[in-house]
Every structure is written in C-alpha cells, then in structure tokens.
C-alpha cells in the first residue's frame, strides 16, 4: 500500500509557516495562536503514523450462493495503528450482468475503525449478482492513519472464485427414458425380469419361483400361470447445453434458463442412481463424463456455471467427445433456444446414431413490434416468420421421434416435462 | 475478531447531515468571534470572514477538499485583520477561533470522505470526534505555552519573535526528517 498525505497535511504546514511568519513580522501573536490546533495535529499525527505497511487480504464468507442472495466477503486489515479504514470493492464489470459505468454500479463502500492490535476482520456485502462464476476478489483498501495527515491506499487482487447458482427448482416429475442400462434403479425397462411392474402372465416352467404363481389367473386357468414384470433400470442422462450466441441481447436470460433447468435435471436423476453426464456445444465444445453421487452434481454444477458464451462461425459437431462421455444408448436431454442450426443438426445426429432424445427449449421472445416504428407491419411479419421458422424446426425434430418442450421463466420446469412425456408415450411404439 | 460493520448498513441520515451542519455552525461562530473582537475594522474581519465561510461551504458542496483547505487563509485574514489596531492582546479570542475554525474544516473534511455513499459505523464518527477533542486539547496546551513564553519576555521583543520563527522552522525540519525516516520502500501486499 502507499501512503500519501491528505489535504491536511499541507494545510497545516502552510498555515504554521503564515501564522508564524505574520506573529513575528506583525507582532501579533495572534496569527500564531490561530495555528494552535494545526501545530498539535502536525505534533500528534506525525507522532502516530504508522512505520509498518499495512497488510489486507479478501475471502469469501461462502462460495456458492443462490442468485437473489447478496455476496458476503470478509477483509481481514492489519495497521499497526489507530485509525479508520474504507473498503471499496471492485469487483469484475459484468457481475450484475450489465455494463454500467463505475460510477452508477452498486456502491458498496464501508468504513470502520481500526484500534492497530491485531488483524481486524470487517464483512460487507456485495448485491446479488448474476448466476455463472465471477472473481469477487478485488478491493480497494484506504487506510487513513490517526489524525488523518496520511492514508495509505492500496488494491487487493486476490482471486476469489464465486459461484452462484441459479435459484433451485423443484422438480415432481422427471422424463422416463426410453433406453436403460443394465444397472438397477427407478426407470422401469420394457425387458421382463424380476421387478415391481406388472408386465404379463405365462404359463409355468420349470425353474419359475412359486413367488410368481399369479394364483388368481390360475384359479380361472388349467394350467399354473406365473406374473411376468418390468424390472427397474438406471440410464445415463446426457444434458446437452447450446451455448452458441444466437439470442441477441437476451442470451444471458436464454443460456440462465437453460442452466437453471440443466441444474435441475441433474439434481434430480442423480438423486435416482442414474449417471448424469454434461455436454457443452457452442462456442465451445466441453464435456464432464456420466457419473453419479454428490460430487457429480458439484463437477456438474461447476461446469453449468462456467459456461461461456463466446461468438464461432466454425462448425461444431460432436464427433470430438470421447464415447465415455457421451455413452452409447444415452438418454440425451437438449436445453436450448433452438436458434442456432449447428445445434439442431447436432441432436438429429444423436438420434441417428440410436440415443433416445428430449429438448427442452429455452423460450426466446422476440420484442413486440412497436407501435411507433417505421414500418410496424414489418416488424410483425418479421415476427410471425421467425416464429414459423421454429415452429419448422420443432416439426422437424418431432418426426424424428425428438420431443420438444417450450418453456419460459414464468412457467413451471413440470409443466414442460409433462408436455414432453405426454409426446413420448404417444409416439414411443412408433419411432424406437 | 468479528467486525461490527454489516455490508448492508445504511449510512444514517444524522452522520450524512450532521458534519456538514457542523461545519457551518462552527465556521459562523467564528464570523461572530472575530465580528465581536474587532475594534478598528469589524465590517471588514466579517467580511473577510464571510468569504471563509462561503469557501467551506462551496467545498462541502463541490466535495472539493482543496476548497475546504483554501477557505483556511481568508480565515486567519479575518482574524489578523480584526487585531489589527488594538493594543491588547486577544488569547482566549484567537485560540478559540483557531479551534473552531479547525472542527470547521474537520467536519468539512469529514462531509467530503463519508459522502459519496459509504457506510461508515459509529466506531469511526467516534474516533474522529475523539481525535479532534485531542487536538483541541493539545491546542489549549500549545496556546498556553505560548502564553508562558510571552509574559516571560517583553511583549512583542524580538527576542519572542525570533523564537518563535526558529521553532517553526525547526519543527518542520524535524517533521520532514521524520516523515523521511518513517517511509520505507513498502513491498508488501498489496
């Protein structure tokens, strides 16, 4: 930190040296008696500065928060003497997700005294920023010395990694995959074997458990009939995330959608034994293979709020993610605007290739034509073409057997799935 | 140690209004103690005055700090010309308008670094308060020496004014020597 004198320095000098000059040239000591109180805080501060530099440093209270809750940073402040301290932080431009000026940002600045024994622990709080990872650990330390004539100023960059996650949604209802694993586990698999689902009746063999003698059907039968049911299977539940910037200004609102919903879906069927995996596909192209357990949902999680938005014209496709990470027969569920072309050809590619496929598609509005522009009928017509062109898109993906979910903030995330369940029992004979 | 300061602390409106008031209602008792001490040219000590006055409170208005200091010259101004003529000597006139002048410019000060919204807790509204108490304090000190030394020569003797010039100066010299020794290269965080 360096230390540099305030206003009050100079002005102290400059009166004493007048003062003085004026008592001894006038013979008034007034002028002199005027400078009092200047010469004794010339006297005290400089008695009481500090010869030590002044240390600070910046850590998280916690770090991961849930959007809407504020940041709580701690900065521990070590002076060797008495005075006051102000915090200032400076966190990155974009954590509340827009580009204010410095100047119309939150302000968040505090002061508090510092009596120089020992480390000084002062919280403050930064407002609710948005979701995604941001590096809260810059701050601007003043420490003003006794009397003020000095303050030392200085810049704590320490990385400070938050992560805040999007507000939690609780799910009722979770998609039925059309493929399973052999693994045991919730989803009941249309084999038959040992399970809880009734599936149908066969005559006795030899070998059959007496458990399974359905004995009401062979009351009503010649022959001893056993129950034959659906045994209960894990899958691998791959989120496919669109990251491609095609959503205008909205992208931050579109991609927080997605990610809200991703986080979602991975809490859940990792709370089932299922294996949840990740796949990014957009700007970049990155990938957290299927695993289950806690710390899956946190390598998930981590991985969901890292996501990046960057611009690429370049050709994606996901022929560079490695089989582990997008198994075979995998339960593919899409979360995205369904904007970008790269994007749809991709999930046609999964179905062809045998994956069972869902899309939950991140509702993007277009902003209603004004009224007051130059050519409003353009606008809607605008409007209505763009809508039509998704709507193409969606037929599309629904002749392949993809269902496609719409879902907007305002709607609950078990309304989509019910719309993407009720599509896939319909066409589930047809299309597997 | 746990810090009282809650990051959400809102600044209380009596600390945002209080200093800036202060200020004023010091710098006006000023105009009126030089107004009444003056013998020969009152009209003009006020005057003088006056400007003082406007200047600290166009820098408590422009948070323009160098304007509060400025606002210090016409000040002393107001006060040498409200001596000037007059046979006694005002002790109790002068140091008194010396301290008040300085809690003006102190809450001035003061008005200037807690604006700008930052949220400062009562601990530091107190230790300033109490390191102003102390100067003033000291200040009486310093005034009363400077009275011991007075009557111990003839008023007005070349003799005190040469003491007087060659305790400032080598106050000063002895302040820079300090500042110069206390100032190591710093290399640390941050």
Known sequence: ?432 | MSSPVDGRLRQSAPVRLTMPVAALAAAALVVVIVGRSAETYPSLAIRVELVAVFLLALGIAVRSERAVAVATAPAMGGLIVATVGSDGIAWGASLLVGCLWYVAVEAGLASIEWGGGLRITPAVLQRRLQEVAVVVAAAAAVGLIGLLVASAAPERSLLVRILLLASVLAGLAAAARHLLAADPPDRTNP
Do not use: K
């Open chain 1, 1 to 432: 930190m360096r230390r540099r004198s305030t206003v009050r320095l100079p002005t102290a000098v400059v009166v004493i040296v007048v003062g003085a000059l004026v008592a001894a040239m006038l013979g008034r000591p007034e002028a002199a008696l005027f400078t009092a109180p200047w010469v004794a805080v010339v006297v005290l501060g400089l008695a009481g500065m500090s010869r030590q530099p002044a240390r600070a440093r910046v850590d998280l209270v916690a770090d991961r928060i849930v959007v809407g809750d504020d940041v709580d940073l701690r900065a521990t402040i070590e002076v060797e003497t008495p005075g006051w301290v102000e915090l200032r932080p400076r966190p990155e431009a974009t954590i509340w997700g827009d580009e204010r000026p410095a100047n119309e940002r939150p302000s968040v600045a505090v002061a508090d005294a510092v009596t120089g024994q020992g480390p000084r622990r002062l919280t403050y709080s930064l407002p609710s920023p948005i979701w995604g990872t941001h590096d809260v650990g810059r701050l601007e330390v003043t420490v003003h010395e006794p009397y003020g004539l000095f303050e030392r100023s200085g810049l704590v960059d320490e990385p400070r990694r938050l992560r805040v996650h999007p507000r939690p949604v609780d799910l009722h209802r979770l998609l039925a995959p059309w493929l399973v694993r052999r693994q045991t586990g919730v989803h009941e698999s249309t084999a038959v074997d040992r399970g809880v689902e009734f599936a149908d009746i066969r005559p006795f063999e030899s070998g059959d458990s007496l458990r399974d003698i359905n004995w009401r059907a062979s009351a009503r039968s010649p022959r001893l009939l056993v129950s034959q049911r659906h045994p209960e299977r894990s899958t691998d539940v791959i989120l496919l995330l669109d990251s491609f910037v095609e959503s205008g200004h909205d992208v931050q609102t579109v991609v927080g959608l997605a990610i809200e919903a991703a986080v979602a879906l991975a809490e859940s069927h990792l709370s089932l034994t299922d294996r949840v995996g990740l796949v990014e596909l957009g700007g970049v192209v990155r990938w957290v293979a299927p695993g289950t357990g806690r710390l899956q949902l946190q390598r998930l999680t981590d991985a969901l709020l890292g996501t990046r938005l960057y611009a690429n014209a370049t050709d994606r496709d996901l022929a560079v993610i490695p089989p582990r990470s997008l198994p075979p027969r995998s339960f593919v569920v899409a979360l995205s605007p369904l904007l970008d072309e790269r994007f749809v050809a991709a999930l046609y590619d999964l179905r062809g290739g045998g994956h069972d496929v869902a899309v939950i598609e991140c509702r993007y509005d277009p902003p209603d034509p004004s009224p007051d522009s130059a050519s409003p009928d353009i606008a809607a017509a605008a409007v209505r073409l763009f809508e039509a062109e998704r709507a193409v898109v969606r037929d599309s993906l629904a002749e392949r057997g993809i269902a496609v979910g719409r879902w907007r903030r305002d709607e609950h995330l078990d309304a989509v799935l019910a719309e993407i369940t009720a599509f896939r029992r319909r066409v589930r004979g047809s299309v597997r």
